[in-house]
């Protein structure tokens, strides 16, 4: 309990010096390349495209319509999220190691270094998904009434990965080994969350369940819910709650890790 | 002197290094305590206090632990056992080659540096000036601290640390570093911030000759204790009597 409100006072004590640094790690990310900012879309795009093409050309009876939309824009609105996810898991899990000159060259409130991290990365997000917006529009399929709901499921990916990345980026900097463990998850978590294929077409029921508190599926699925299945978030309420649970859990982890390792790390990097 | 406020004070400070066979050892020891290391006493119950003016050398061969007394009062590192106590906005010397974003330019290195210390950005352009002339390597500032020799990177942060107006200042070897001319230029500056009435300088060195000259109390330390805590002069006798040894 006494970490949770450290943690929440220097968020509070250093709220100036979090934006910036956010803002640093957007420059640092985009600059020196030609062609700069546009990395943040051509990247994603092309990923995209190659899922497309592999599912709607490639192989044969796939890239189907679902409920009505192009497989292309059902494919969009749930790889949007991942592509926060996956920044997270691969450099917000690494944030504290990237930032260690914060930790050992000066005083630094540590909790704070995987916020601004995700904010950067989530700056990138909200951009993604207003471009996400914009193109659903133009292929004829405005969303409606049911996109309200998008900020919270945008709130809840970015309080699951930024509470996510306080615990990874505390072990991986006592221990690359994490975060190596980490690294070498992603492709799994990838191809076994759903995000490229419908979860709705599962039919074994164990994995069903497993998928329940998969907060990867979760996210994916809220996502579809406001711009495909319209769905509302109260109409599932087994699944947020499952969310919630998994979210509690990791943030006792993290609050758990915190307390062992804060005054550790700066020894150790 | 007495009568002025304690800036720095540490209460049976102890620190203990966990040294591990290897990363894996350590990442385990988070879950399960059962797993052996071997403990190094870097700081040992040291004791002492400095009040606000003071100019204090701290000297000690290699491995006393003068560095990670240093540490402790920046605050970057935590005591084992004791309680350290700091007051007032500290700038340190430490390690000048790094502490900086190499992605960013130097200009851009001061802003943040001088956001992470707590300033604001007018603040900051007002000394903006005053860092560059006084690091003198005007024309790179716009070019990435990758790309900076490390007596490039030194002057500047030399130059960000002595000019954002400490009130406790924290010399580590630091003016070893550049060639003669900065460094008698440094020498001068660090001077010139002894000289106000409220500025608290520590300084650890081998150089007894300088700090001579700024300090006017020596501390000396050994295998993590603490030695004497006195006139400079007897410091720098006694110091020099255990190198000879």
Not at chain 1, 62 to 72: C, L
Not at chain 1, 159 to 186: E, G, P, Q, R, V
Not at chain 1, 223 to 250: D, M, S, T
Not at chain 2, 138 to 165: C, H, W
Request: overall charge positive; proline content about 3%; charged content about 25%.
């Amino acid at each position: 309990m006494k970490e949770l409100i450290g943690i929440i006072k220097d968020h509070i004590l250093y709220r100036q010096q979090i934006l910036k640094l956010a803002r640093a790690d957007l420059q640092k990310t985009y600059r020196g390349a030609a062609l700069g900012w546009s990395w943040a879309i051509i990247k994603p795009a092309v990923t995209i495209f190659v899922y497309w093409f592999a599912f709607s050309i490639g192989i044969k009876g796939g890239g189907a319509d679902v409920e009505g939309f192009p497989f292309f824009l059902w494919l969009m609105a749930g790889i949007i999220p991942w592509f926060y996810i996956n920044d997270m898991l691969s450099q917000g899990s690494n944030a504290i190691r990237k930032y260690s000159y914060l930790v050992t060259k000066m005083k630094f409130p540590v909790s704070t270094i995987p916020t601004f991290v995700s904010i950067s990365k989530f700056t990138v997000h909200i951009i993604l998904v207003i471009i996400t917006v914009l193109i659903f529009i133009f292929m004829g399929h405005s969303p409606d009434i049911y996109i309200i709901q998008l900020p919270l499921y945008m709130f809840l990916n970015f309080a699951f990965f930024t509470i996510f990345s306080l615990f990874a980026s505390l072990l991986s900097a006592m221990s690359k080994d994490f975060a190596n463990l980490i690294k070498s998850l992603i492709m799994a978590i990838f191809w076994l969350s759903g995000i490229i294929w419908n979860v709705k077409n599962l039919d074994i029921g164990w994995i069903k369940k497993i998928q329940m508190i998969n907060p990867v599926t979760f996210l994916a699925e809220g996502y579809r819910n406001c711009f495909i299945h319209k769905v509302w978030l109260f109409e599932q309420p087994e699944k947020l709650i499952c969310f919630a649970i998994v979210l509690g859990v990791l943030a006792i982890a993290s609050l758990w890790t915190y307390k062992k390792l804060r005054k550790e790390i700066p020894d150790v990097l | 002197m007495d009568n002025k406020e304690v800036v720095i004070e540490f209460k049976n400070v102890t620190k203990l290094y966990k040294l591990f066979k290897n990363d894996k050892k350590r990442l385990l020891h988070t879950f399960f305590k059962r797993i052996k290391y071997k403990e190094k006493r870097a700081v040992n119950d040291v004791s002492f206090q400095i009040r606000r003016g003071e100019a204090v050398a701290l000297f000690g061969k290699n491995g006393a632990g003068k560095s990670t007394v240093l540490k402790l009062i920046t605050g970057v590192s935590f005591p084992t056992e004791g309680d350290v106590i700091v007051k007032g906005r500290v700038s340190a010397l430490l390690e000048l080659t790094s502490g900086f974003d190499p992605e960013f330019t130097g200009r851009e290195n001061i802003y943040l540096k001088g956001r992470l210390l707590g300033l604001k950005d007018n603040e900051i352009k007002e000394l903006e000036e005053t860092i560059i002339e006084f690091a003198g390597i005007a024309e790179y500032m716009d070019q990435p601290v990758r790309t900076y020799s490390s007596g490039m990177k030194a002057r500047l942060g030399f130059s960000i640390n002595v000019n954002i107006r400490p009130e406790i200042f924290i010399v580590d070897e630091a003016l070893s570093v550049g060639d003669e001319e900065f460094k008698n230029k440094c020498i001068k500056k660090v001077k010139e911030i002894v000289a106000k009435e409220d500025v608290t300088l520590l300084f650890v060195t081998h150089a007894t000759g300088v700090a001579r000259q700024f300090c006017t109390r020596g501390i000396l330390m050994k295998e993590g204790k603490l030695m004497f805590d006195g006139d400079i002069d007897e410091a720098i006798k006694k110091y020099e009597s255990t190198i000879k040894k």
